[in-house]
């Protein structure tokens, strides 16, 4: 499974992006899929995540309300819509997938096989 994440800029503080997904070797329909951040001198930490086999969503509480995880399997790609930005946001951000996730592992790393390139998000304040 090949990840390829996209959708990063430069976005003023309140402002929105949607970074995108895409898988090319496997679908989504029995993957699950995570979003993943790290900043400059910190450890990658965990966003969100939506397992594949009851399509439940969970989110870091740092982003919960404001971020959005979504699967369009038409189009075999997942969605990371960001919302009400802020400048402690600012990360390159990874997707990551996994046909093996459970619900007490999705926030960790070391639960994921498969892993996007990563996109820049930069806020400004």
């Known amino acids: 499974v090949q990840l390829q994440a996209s959708g990063g800029g430069l976005v003023q503080a309140g402002g929105s992006l949607r970074l995108s997904c895409a898988a090319s070797?496997?679908?989504?329909?029995?993957?699950?899929t995570a979003w993943f951040r790290q900043a400059p001198g910190k450890e990658r930490e965990f966003v969100a995540a939506?397992?594949?086999?009851?399509?439940?969503?969970h989110y870091a509480d740092s982003v919960k309300g404001r971020f959005t995880i979504s699967l369009d399997n038409a189009k075999n790609t997942v969605y990371l819509q960001m919302n009400s930005l802020r400048p402690e946001d600012t990360s390159v951000y990874y997707c990551?997938?996994?046909?093996?996730?459970?619900?007490?592992?999705?926030?960790?790393?070391?639960?994921?096989?498969?892993w996007g390139q990563g996109t820049l998000v930069t806020v400004s304040s």
């Open positions: 990551a997938a996994d046909p093996s996730v459970i619900t007490s592992n999705l926030a960790a790393r070391s639960a994921y096989a498969y």
């Open positions: 070797g496997r679908t989504f329909r029995r993957l699950s």
């Open positions: 939506l397992k594949w086999n009851d399509r439940s969503v």
